[in-house]
């Protein structure tokens, strides 16, 4: 066994430099991957790299040797698009080799195009039809409580994802049944598909909408990692419900051309284009190691 | 003659979009829904140019179904799209409850059945929806072959009332008929319900349908070669299914292979066989997906993987000849 288990390290400022670098680390990642498989959904996965990061290089206990370990935190990506993020996030903690990063969407890869549990060491669900992954976490919370596990169940669902009627079913059994071991966590990016969220079927106001359906809600900015850190274990101390942090974020984040694009929604980057956002990682690198 | 004719590719949520367009100015009844994916299924070509009627209800499925059914309770001819995996399973109760049962004029045009989907993976992938469709009263269930076929489906189905879902693909596949829906100079008429005769043969029927219908023609030319005689039949309309056509066929060439991008559970090959076996069961063989899910994969690959080709074809051809009495 080798768990991974972080979570009471210090939030101190080496702790968040670490974390930013993963998180470029992945946005890294998730932009060779997407190229190199030519399909792919960079934008989503962008806005979500430093949850990711905050969550598998801090939060979690897992063991990478053992994926199926019983007392593992659960982590179900509901919006499954966005799996390069995660992808590179486990093969980072130790689940798969990093060699399967190159082979996404490809014949015979343990890296399907959407989350497989079953083909890939790490992954809690198959998810890819959205609205389905809070139900799923409804299910494990309970779980958790009936087998009397402190393990924790964390979903993150896309701000369009939303719209699916599910995820309000979900929301509502989660608060009938107190699941405060419970926690969604919306990539709150402002854009889904078609465009933008508040064009193609508005959201507002979302912070009341989980109050109203029973939930503890937290507001933070989603590329801060100190406040994803903090909101991360205050949730924790809420009892008799589960709560819902709403991160603001940014679709593409930390590539100039792809911010706030939604062509960058289901579209990878051109070589050309690689290589100029590359660069841009690079340089933020840099700022970081001086910072 | 040259040999090597180039293929002409388009695919058929490409035709869709466009003659939506050009019926929405003609039917002034015509109103589009979408969730979400109007850039996929192309819907967005209409929503440009009718934004007063084209609604996008965002990532859910099942709302949009009911708006559906509202809508043209109220005189509209509602098409109604998304990806047939969504299509079929994120909203099947609301399709049959609402729109199926009372019989309403909504059009359900699903791009993206099958496994041709690619790289996105099962969740993405279609292969239950001939099945699931068909088997609901009063629907309609049509699988084009190519662009013009599209077309020309998407027109009829303007003029015909009462619900129907309308399966399209999301790669570029190669179109068939000339332009003007013509085959090999012959000028065809599409009617829903009726099959199409595309090529004559006494030895062997090919049932296809969707995509399938060009692996069957290449199959057609494969066993010209080896000297069996095979008749290509293309079953646009699944249901209702042209039992007078097929069953002529079973009568006159005694064997049968359908194929389809498809479970070979529930589909095209279960439609011909159900129609066949009431009054002139002779032998069959199923092309299509097996019972299992497919993976992520570039289309082609896919399709050559799980057995969509027209070497499977050939090969099922020379079994069901072996069980031909
Ligand atoms: C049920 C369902 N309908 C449609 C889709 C197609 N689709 C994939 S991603 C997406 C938009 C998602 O937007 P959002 O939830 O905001 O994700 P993000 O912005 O984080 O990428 C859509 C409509 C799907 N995957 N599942
Ligand atoms: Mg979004």
Redesign the pocket.
């Known amino acids: 066994m080798t768990v991974f288990d972080h979570k009471d390290e210090p939030h101190d400022e080496e702790l968040i430099q670490r974390l930013r670098k993963i998180a470029l680390e992945i946005r890294k990642d998730v932009l060779l991957m997407t190229t190199k498989a030519g399909s792919g959904?960079p934008?989503?996965s962008l806005?979500?790299a430093e949850i990711i990061a905050c969550l598998y290089f801090h939060h979690l206990r897992y063991d990478p040797e053992n994926p199926q370990w019983e007392d593992r935190d659960r982590f179900v990506l509901s919006?499954?698009?966005?799996c390069p993020a995660l992808y590179s996030a486990l093969s980072r903690a130790g689940f798969f080799p990093r060699e399967a990063l190159w082979t996404l969407r490809k014949i015979g890869s343990i890296l399907q195009g959407h989350p497989d549990m079953k083909k890939t060491p790490g992954v809690e669900a198959s998810t890819?039809?959205?609205?389905q992954g809070l139900s799923i976490g409804v299910g494990m919370a309970l779980a958790g409580r009936i087998d009397k596990k402190s393990y924790r169940v964390y979903v993150l669902?896309?701000?369009?994802?939303?719209d699916?009627g599910q995820v309000w079913e979900a929301a509502m059994s989660a608060a009938h049944y107190r699941l405060d071991n419970l926690l969604a966590i919306i990539?709150y990016?402002g854009?889904?598909?078609?465009g933008p969220?508040n064009q193609i079927m508005s959201i507002e106001p979302i912070a009341e909408k989980w109050e109203a359906f029973g939930w503890h809600v937290i507001e933070i900015d989603g590329h801060n990692v100190r406040q994803i850190l903090d909101a991360l274990d205050f949730a924790e101390r809420i009892k008799g419900k589960p709560t819902a942090i709403i991160a603001h974020t940014i679709?593409g984040k930390g590539i100039s051309f792809m911010e706030g694009k939604v062509e960058f929604?289901?579209k990878p980057l051109t070589e050309e284009q690689l290589k100029l956002a590359l660069k841009e990682l690079e340089l933020q690198e840099k700022l970081l190691s001086i910072e | 003659m040259s040999k090597i004719k180039e293929v002409k590719t388009m695919a058929t949520r490409d035709a869709y979009g466009k003659a939506l367009v050009e019926l929405g100015k003609i039917h002034k009844d015509i109103v589009v829904l979408d969730?979400?994916?109007s850039s996929s299924t192309r819907t967005q070509y209409f929503a440009r140019e009718f934004p007063d009627r084209f609604f996008n209800f965002g990532?859910a499925?099942a709302n949009m179904m009911g708006a559906a059914a509202g809508l043209a309770s109220c005189g509209k001819i509602v098409f109604a799209s998304?990806?047939a995996i969504?299509a079929t399973q994120?909203a099947y109760n609301q399709f049959r409850q609402s729109i199926a049962y009372p019989n309403l004029n909504v059009k359900v045009v699903a791009s993206h059945g099958g496994i041709s989907v690619g790289e996105d993976g099962v969740?993405?992938h279609c292969t239950e929806d001939i099945a699931s469709m068909r088997v609901i009263p009063n629907v309609t269930v049509i699988v084009p072959a190519d662009a013009v076929e599209t077309r020309e489906a998407v027109k009829a189905l303007v003029k015909h009332y009462g619900p129907a879902y309308l399966r399209l693909g999301r790669p570029k596949i190669p179109v068939i008929y000339e332009d003007d829906y013509s085959f090999e100079g012959k000028k065809l008429n599409f009617k829903i319900g009726e099959g199409v005769t595309l090529k004559d043969g006494s030895d062997v029927t090919i049932v296809a349908t969707g995509l399938m219908v060009y692996e069957a023609l290449q199959a057609f030319e494969e066993l010209k070669k080896n000297g069996i005689s095979a008749r290509v039949i293309n079953i646009h309309t699944i249901k209702p299914i042209d039992a007078d056509l097929l069953v002529k066929a079973a009568k006159e060439t005694g064997a049968i292979v359908t194929a389809e991008e498809h479970s070979i559970i529930g589909g095209l090959g279960s439609a011909v066989a159900e129609t066949i076996v009431q009054s002139y069961p002779v032998p069959m063989q199923f092309v299509g997906v097996k019972d299992i899910f497919a993976e992520s994969g570039p289309w082609k690959e896919l399709l050559k993987k799980y057995g969509l080709t027209s070497s499977e074809i050939v090969e099922a051809v020379k079994r069901v000849l072996k069980l031909k009495k």
């Open positions: 959904h934008g989503g806005s979500a919006k499954g698009h966005i890819g039809s959205l609205g669902l896309g701000d369009g994802e939303l699916e990539d990016n854009l889904q598909l078609d969220v679709k929604h289901g | 969730a979400d994916l990532i499925e998304t990806f969504f994120r969740s993405h």
